[in-house]
């Protein structure tokens, strides 16, 4: 069964610097996404960014990037000139990329709360 | 289109009561997902449906739960006889088939006392 780990319960950064939170995961498998989503106290998850496991390439969006380290099974979000709005719960996710009964379900990280520090 | 919605956002009941919670998922979204959320954790899968058939239950999901999708548009969650274990936050998710990830809905918060 895959597995995913954020160590991380909780991280502060202030405004316009930079922070990197950190997600491993566990899986025997080769082809599968990774996702980062936003839940800011108003509740509703919103996805951040995603990664392919196929691509090399780790994906960037505006001020997220992601380092995607497959080998080790790391994928850490990184959130450059961080703003007050960035502040909320921050979860890692896996989905398999291969049908099983019929689901795409995605497993979960347990969070990392971000502060941003005016 | 809105997004996906769930109604109510929060639900006190006494234990031992029965609640039943809705999702209207995107209009053209045919997969819709549920998780539960406790404090402190990451959501949790309990079901899937794609269109009007559920296809996929966790083990969570006990015999007190239910989960309906009727003609493939909103979908009903029940949960009988509650009990202050099942406090959590319910998510709703939807996407169209070939997506990769989800949209999800603001959620509805269940506490049982």
């Known amino acids: 069964a895959q597995t995913v780990t954020q160590s991380q319960p909780e991280m502060s950064v202030q405004e316009a610097e930079t922070v990197t939170l950190s997600c491993t995961y566990d899986t025997s498998e080769s082809d599968y996404y990774l996702f980062w989503y936003k839940q800011p106290p108003s509740r509703q998850m919103i996805l951040v960014i995603r990664?392919?496991?196929?691509?090399?390439q780790n994906a960037t969006e505006n001020r997220f990037s992601v380092n995607f380290q497959k080998a080790a099974k790391s994928f850490s979000l990184k959130i450059s000139d961080s703003q007050l709005g960035d502040a909320a719960m921050y979860f890692c996710a896996y989905r398999s990329a291969y049908l099983t009964s019929g689901t795409y379900k995605y497993i979960f990280g347990t969070g990392t709360r971000l502060k941003v520090l005016a | 289109d809105t997004g996906v919605s769930q109604d109510p956002r929060h639900k006190i009941t006494k234990r031992g009561q029965n609640v039943t919670f809705r999702c209207d998922p995107i209009?053209?979204?045919?997969?819709l997902y549920w998780y539960r959320q406790t404090l402190g954790q990451g959501p949790e899968f309990l079901t899937y449906f794609q269109n009007e058939a559920q296809l996929e239950k966790s083990r969570l999901l006990s015999d007190r739960f239910s989960a309906e999708r009727p003609k493939g548009s909103f979908s009903t969650l029940e949960i009988q006889r509650t009990e202050q274990g099942d406090s959590a936050m319910y998510l709703c998710?939807?996407?169209?088939?070939?997506?990769?990830?989800?949209?999800f809905g603001s959620g509805t918060r269940l506490t049982v006392v």
């Open positions: 209009s053209e979204h045919n997969r």
């Open positions: 998710a939807s996407s169209f088939r070939g997506a990769v990830g989800y949209t």
């Open positions: 990664q392919e496991a196929y691509k090399q």
